[in-house]
């Protein structure tokens, strides 16, 4: 990849994302751009996957809302990726497909209750094995990614490679399945409402009794730059997370 020079910014603090830009010599555009700056949290990265599909994402913090190393500061960004410096990561994404509709997810697709008062039943069908009647408040399949948030939240793991399921507060013991993902996993919902959701998009889908839906692994990828810096022990919030997922 060439270094880039023309930037589309998402996210918060546009303008001084905008004024940190044009002091490293790059570009600020709306369209025909090389590179998305997601000035933000994870959410920003996730929405601007979907604004900007193919476009490779560097994800910088707000540093008037984190205590950042000045590696990872968006002056000393900037510097690092016009002298080609940063780490290139190809994230895996996840492929939802609902009826005629698709889906593709970097961090996690999740199915709940729609009515905390009800749990669901449901059943999954995933490398020719029938997981029978499962009650509880849902599921999480999660990229590798993905799966230091909700996912991890619920197994107290996370996932090297593949895809993980995590079934949400089962009546009964359910260990969560990892899995190569190049097989779809269908879910059929027994009773529900239920309501399904792929990264933190608002735009939820309601499903009813008998509605199937099926997640893989889609084989594409996203092209994040500088994904050290949600690594570093010193850019972590106090509370120990990473950007927050959700």
Same mark, same amino acid.
């Given at each position: 990849?060439?270094? /880039? =020079?023309?930037?589309?910014?998402?996210?918060?603090?546009?303008? &001084?994302?905008?004024? *940190?830009?044009?002091? *490293?010599?790059?570009?600020?555009?709306?369209?025909?751009?090389?590179?998305?700056?997601?000035?933000?949290?994870?959410? @920003?990265?996730?929405?601007? *996957?979907?604004?900007?599909?193919?476009?490779?994402?560097? /994800? &910088?913090?707000?540093?008037?809302?984190?205590?950042?190393? /000045?590696?990872?500061?968006?002056?000393?960004?900037?510097?690092?990726?016009?002298?080609?410096?940063? /780490?290139?990561?190809?994230?895996?994404?996840?492929?939802?497909?609902?009826?005629?509709?698709?889906?593709?997810?970097?961090?996690?697709?999740?199915?709940?209750?729609?009515?905390?008062?009800?749990?669901?039943?449901?059943?999954?069908?995933?490398?020719?094995?029938?997981?029978?009647?499962? @009650?509880?408040?849902?599921? &999480?399949?999660? @990229?590798? #990614? %993905?799966?230091?948030?909700?996912?991890?939240?619920?197994?107290?793991?996370?996932?090297?490679?593949?895809?993980?399921?995590? #079934?949400?507060?089962?009546?009964?013991?359910?260990?969560?399945?990892?899995?190569?993902?190049?097989?779809?996993?269908?879910?059929?919902?027994?009773?529900?409402?239920?309501?399904? $959701?792929?990264?933190?998009?608002?735009?939820?889908?309601?499903? =009813?009794?008998?509605?199937?839906?099926?997640?893989?692994?889609?084989?594409?990828?996203? $092209?994040?730059?500088?994904?050290?810096?949600?690594?570093?022990?010193?850019?972590?919030?106090?509370? %120990?997370?990473?950007?927050? *997922?959700?």
């Amino acid at each position: 990849m060439s270094a /880039p =020079r023309r930037i589309v910014i998402a996210g918060e603090d546009r303008a &001084v994302a905008a004024a *940190a830009c044009e002091r *490293a010599g790059l570009q600020v555009v709306r369209r025909d751009a090389d590179l998305v700056l997601c000035h933000g949290g994870d959410g @920003t990265l996730l929405r601007a *996957a979907r604004d900007w599909p193919g476009l490779p994402k560097l /994800p &910088v913090r707000v540093a008037s809302r984190n205590q950042l190393c /000045p590696d990872h500061q968006l002056d000393g960004v900037l510097a690092r990726l016009q002298r080609g410096e940063l /780490p290139r990561t190809e994230l895996d994404l996840l492929e939802l497909r609902l009826g005629g509709r698709r889906f593709l997810a970097i961090n996690d697709v999740v199915l709940r209750n729609e009515s905390p008062a009800t749990a669901l039943r449901f059943r999954v069908h995933a490398d020719g094995h029938d997981s029978g009647e499962v @009650t509880g408040d849902g599921l &999480v399949f999660a @990229t590798p #990614f %993905g799966s230091t948030g909700y996912f991890r939240s619920i197994t107290r793991r996370r996932v090297e490679t593949g895809l993980g399921v995590a #079934f949400n507060n089962s009546t009964d013991v359910r260990s969560p399945l990892v899995l190569d993902g190049d097989e779809p996993i269908e879910v059929e919902v027994l009773r529900g409402p239920a309501v399904l $959701v792929h990264d933190n998009d608002a735009r939820t889908v309601l499903l =009813r009794d008998g509605q199937r839906f099926r997640v893989r692994c889609s084989g594409e990828h996203e $092209v994040v730059l500088g994904l050290d810096a949600l690594c570093c022990q010193r850019c972590r919030k106090q509370d %120990g997370s990473r950007f927050n *997922a959700h």
